[in-house]
């Protein structure tokens, strides 16, 4: 059974960098589509960027050109470099995978509108990791 584990938050200063990681266990990412999730306080769970099976990615319009999520096979490692950071950034930041297809076009539509998931509409979760933007 897949499980996640996210790493790499932290506290920078606005137009900082940081480069979040989320390694998979008990299964590898081969046949899921992936994504990365962000939570302010107060605020419902939004989806940021996906890595769709067939490698194509899609990302929140506010991300766009400031963050880049990837993978490295080798390492059963997911990826979310983020650059020029904003205050608005802050958040926990989760990872989540489907494996099953109707439910990676509602990641895809969930990350490009920036619309809200909760727990139950995809399969497995990390347990987020908080960054912290300050202006």
């Known amino acids: 059974q897949l499980e996640l584990m996210e790493s790499g938050g932290g506290s920078v200063q606005s137009g900082g960098s940081l480069r979040l990681s989320c390694v998979a266990s008990?299964?590898?990412?081969?046949?899921?589509?992936i994504g990365w999730f962000r939570q302010a306080p107060g605020k419902g769970r939004e989806g940021v960027a996906i890595?769709?099976?067939?490698?194509?990615?899609a990302y929140k319009d506010s991300v766009k050109g400031r963050f880049t999520i990837s993978q490295d096979n080798a390492k059963n490692t997911l990826y979310l470099q983020m650059n020029n950071l904003k205050p608005e950034d802050t958040a926990v930041y989760y990872c989540?995978?489907?494996?099953?297809?109707?439910?990676?076009?509602?990641?895809?539509?969930?990350?490009?509108?920036?619309?809200?998931?909760?727990?139950?509409?995809?399969?497995?979760w990390g347990q987020g990791t908080q960054v912290t933007v300050s202006s």
């Open positions: 008990g299964d590898t990412y081969t046949n899921y589509c």
């Open positions: 890595l769709n099976t067939d490698g194509t990615t």
């Open positions: 989540a995978a489907e494996s099953f297809f109707p439910k990676c076009i509602k990641m895809q539509t969930t990350v490009i509108l920036g619309a809200s998931a909760s727990a139950p509409d995809f399969s497995v």
